[in-house]
């Protein structure tokens, strides 16, 4: 009897210690979806191994069950469940039966992650940087001198920030040319390109977006949000043409440039007219900003992600994963995408089923694979300049910002999973 109250005790005293943590991904059993993702990829720099379970509950975490792996979720907040050898078998189990619309798929090494961003900003100026800064994901801020001397080979992912491709300058002219910050982030950009050697901020700006084309088709993750993804498009698809009005760099633009455009060096896109006038704040008519005028309330402004076979088309699935299907809109200077101009080949992962408008699309070029997300910041329905920064404290189970994450840990993947 003495015997079998020590072992009471002891089972009652000493921790149980199985063979896996499970991060729930669900909306009811996770306090904080961002910092998930952190934990996930604080577990894979370690050398850890770790599986994303697609479509188990949110598209949950499975990591090997070591106490500095428990130690860290408590720290940064994130709730995770200690599974039995048998548990976790069963849950592998049910996620492989042919039935199920999940797979298991390996998380190997932690992705090296870079973001094309001027210097000066702060992390709240743009979503990713604030994004990866909350859930405690580690990057390195890059911009024209170290694309222009192919410093992107030492990173496997790589986020744009809300740049101008085009040498527009944003197209902030009509409504802030007079500005101190306008004028001097101007003079900033005009700087910089002569230092690299172009007499014209356009012709940098194109030799930036074509480096950058070279790291995706050469194997590398671009993913981009905002006017960076038109403007990226519209910067290649001129070159060698002259679309820029005399304010922007000193001359005239080509009479003619829209017959010039060249939809075949895009990613994304194809069949868009230029907007022409320099105080119009619009690159083109991809975006789908003033179109949507009047169409989608604020209180009905919600794109639906698509659902993918898991099995099959596993990259889609993994970028799709979330608690909800159902996304909050946001806006910003290219909000969304106008569907029928789109490539064939590149698919639409989230869109607004009032109007139709593309949100969240990917495709693969050459090795490599890119993702466009139109909007601002998940959380801050129409960001302006000079508006407060979005404090994630509030927003830890952000759908929308989930779906940034999602990208981050994409070439953590096992590479026999990244089919499509």
Same mark, same amino acid.
């Given at each position: 009897?003495?015997?079998?109250?020590?072992?009471?005790?002891?089972? *009652?005293?000493?921790?149980?210690?199985?063979?896996?943590?499970?991060? %729930?991904?669900?909306?009811a059993?996770?306090?904080?979806?961002?910092?998930?993702?952190?934990?996930?990829?604080?577990?894979?720099?370690?050398?850890?191994?770790?599986n994303?379970?697609?479509?188990?509950?949110?598209?949950?975490?499975?990591?090997?069950?070591?106490?500095?792996?428990?130690?860290?979720?408590?720290?940064?907040?994130?709730?995770?469940?200690?599974?039995?050898?048998?548990?976790?078998?069963?849950?592998?189990?049910?996620?492989?039966?042919?039935?199920?619309?999940?797979?298991?798929?390996?998380l190997?090494?932690?992705?090296?992650?870079?973001?094309?961003?001027?210097?000066?900003?702060?992390?709240?100026?743009?979503?990713?940087?604030?994004?990866?800064?909350?859930?405690?994901? %580690? *990057?390195?801020?890059?911009?024209?001198?170290?694309?222009?001397?192919?410093?992107?080979?030492?990173?496997?992912?790589?986020?744009?920030?809300?740049?101008?491709?085009?040498?527009?300058?944003?197209?902030?002219?009509?409504?802030?040319?007079a500005?101190p910050?306008?004028?001097?982030?101007?003079?900033?950009a005009?700087?910089?390109?002569?230092?690299?050697?172009?007499?014209?901020?356009?012709?940098?700006?194109?030799?930036?977006?074509q480096?950058?084309?070279?790291?995706?088709?050469?194997?590398?993750?671009?993913?981009?949000?905002?006017?960076?993804?038109?403007?990226?498009?519209?910067?290649?698809?001129? /070159?060698?043409?002259?679309?820029c009005?005399?304010?922007?760099?000193?001359?005239?633009?080509?009479?003619?440039?829209?017959?010039?455009?060249?939809?075949?060096?895009?990613?994304?896109?194809?069949?868009?007219?230029?907007?022409?006038?320099?105080?119009?704040? /619009? *690159?083109?008519?991809?975006?789908?900003?003033?179109?949507?005028?009047g169409?989608?309330?604020?209180?009905?402004?919600?794109?639906?992600?698509?659902?993918?076979?898991?099995?099959?088309?596993?990259?889609?699935?993994?970028?799709?994963?979330?608690?909800?299907?159902?996304?909050?809109?946001?806006?910003?200077?290219?909000?969304?995408?106008?569907?029928?101009?789109?490539?064939?080949?590149?698919?639409?992962?989230?869109?607004?089923?009032?109007n139709?408008?593309?949100?969240?699309?990917?495709?693969?070029?050459?090795?490599? *694979?890119?993702?466009?997300?139109?909007?601002?910041?998940?959380?801050?329905?129409q960001?302006?300049?000079?508006?407060e920064?979005?404090?994630?404290?509030?927003? %830890?189970?952000?759908?929308?910002?989930?779906?940034?994450?999602?990208?981050?840990?994409?070439?953590?993947?096992?590479?026999?999973?990244?089919?499509?």
């Amino acid at each position: 009897m003495k015997f079998l109250y020590i072992i009471i005790f002891l089972l *009652f005293v000493i921790p149980i210690f199985g063979n896996s943590i499970l991060l %729930p991904m669900d909306e009811a059993s996770q306090k904080n979806h961002l910092k998930a993702y952190g934990v996930t990829y604080w577990a894979l720099d370690k050398g850890y191994k770790g599986n994303w379970l697609l479509n188990y509950r949110g598209g949950s975490f499975l990591l090997p069950d070591v106490s500095e792996i428990r130690k860290e979720c408590q720290i940064r907040g994130v709730s995770f469940e200690v599974l039995s050898d048998v548990e976790t078998q069963q849950i592998l189990a049910e996620i492989a039966a042919p039935s199920q619309n999940m797979e298991s798929v390996s998380l190997e090494k932690a992705p090296k992650v870079a973001v094309y961003s001027p210097p000066g900003k702060q992390p709240w100026d743009d979503a990713v940087t604030m994004v990866l800064t909350y859930a405690e994901i %580690p *990057f390195k801020v890059v911009y024209d001198e170290e694309v222009l001397s192919d410093q992107l080979v030492l990173y496997d992912w790589l986020h744009l920030h809300h740049e101008d491709f085009t040498g527009q300058y944003g197209k902030f002219y009509g409504a802030y040319r007079a500005m101190p910050w306008y004028i001097e982030q101007k003079k900033d950009a005009e700087n910089l390109a002569s230092k690299l050697g172009f007499d014209k901020v356009s012709k940098e700006k194109l030799a930036v977006a074509q480096k950058i084309r070279d790291f995706v088709i050469g194997g590398g993750f671009m993913f981009a949000m905002c006017s960076a993804t038109d403007s990226f498009d519209i910067a290649l698809s001129a /070159e060698g043409v002259d679309i820029c009005e005399a304010m922007f760099d000193g001359d005239p633009s080509e009479a003619n440039y829209q017959s010039r455009v060249d939809y075949s060096k895009t990613f994304a896109f194809k069949d868009y007219i230029l907007e022409r006038r320099p105080e119009k704040y /619009e *690159f083109s008519t991809i975006d789908m900003t003033e179109k949507r005028n009047g169409m989608i309330p604020f209180e009905k402004d919600y794109f639906t992600l698509a659902e993918y076979s898991a099995k099959w088309d596993v990259i889609p699935s993994m970028l799709c994963q979330n608690h909800t299907s159902l996304v909050k809109g946001f806006m910003g200077q290219t909000t969304a995408f106008d569907r029928s101009l789109i490539k064939s080949n590149v698919l639409v992962m989230g869109e607004c089923q009032l109007n139709g408008e593309a949100r969240y699309i990917h495709a693969q070029k050459g090795k490599g *694979f890119f993702t466009f997300y139109g909007g601002h910041d998940p959380e801050d329905y129409q960001h302006r300049v000079g508006d407060e920064h979005t404090d994630l404290n509030l927003h %830890p189970n952000s759908p929308g910002y989930r779906l940034i994450l999602n990208n981050i840990l994409f070439p953590a993947a096992k590479k026999k999973h990244q089919k499509t």
